[in-house]
Each structure stands twice: as structure tokens, then as C-alpha cells.
């Protein structure tokens, strides 16, 4: 086939083309706006303390304040 030939089948079926072309957007859309979003994430935080002359609040440094502790979500 020739250029001209592809040419010709387009201009005679622009409306085909058109039509299925949209209904592929509108389709791919509505499946897009119907589907539950999923959302996930996880995080992890390392906190260390050092014992120093600055860091005199009682439990601070034993452990007990939850700076130390491991949180869970």
C-alpha cells in the first residue's frame, strides 16, 4: 500500500476512528474513577540518645520516656 491509499481509508473512516477513540478514553476514565484508591507506606525511625552532662532529666537516659520505646502503627 501506498501513502495515498492509507490516506483514503483514513478520510473514509475518520468518524470509525473517532468514535472508538473516545470510547476508549471514556472507558479507560470510568474505570480509573471507580477503582479504590490504595494507598500504603511504611516508615521507620531510629532515635539514639546519648548520655551526657546536657542530658540530665530524670529517665531520660534509662529508658523511660518514649523517645526509647518502639512505636507501633
Given at each position: 500500500?501506498?501513502?495515498?491509499?492509507?490516506?483514503?481509508?483514513?478520510?473514509?473512516?475518520?468518524?470509525?476512528i473517532l468514535?472508538?477513540?473516545l470510547?476508549?478514553?471514556?472507558?479507560?476514565?470510568?474505570?480509573?474513577f471507580?477503582?479504590t484508591?490504595?494507598?500504603?507506606?511504611?516508615t521507620q525511625l531510629?532515635?539514639?540518645?546519648?548520655?551526657?552532662?546536657?542530658?540530665?532529666a530524670?529517665?531520660f537516659?534509662?529508658?523511660?520516656?518514649?523517645?526509647?520505646q518502639?512505636?507501633?502503627?
Open positions: 500500500m501506498e501513502l495515498r491509499e492509507y490516506w483514503y481509508v483514513l478520510r473514509k473512516n475518520w468518524v470509525t468514535l472508538i477513540t470510547l476508549g478514553v471514556v472507558a479507560a476514565g470510568g474505570a480509573s471507580l477503582m484508591p490504595k494507598y500504603e507506606t511504611k531510629y532515635v539514639s540518645v546519648r548520655s551526657t552532662a546536657q542530658c540530665q530524670p529517665g537516659v534509662e529508658g523511660r520516656l518514649p523517645v526509647n518502639a512505636a507501633k502503627a
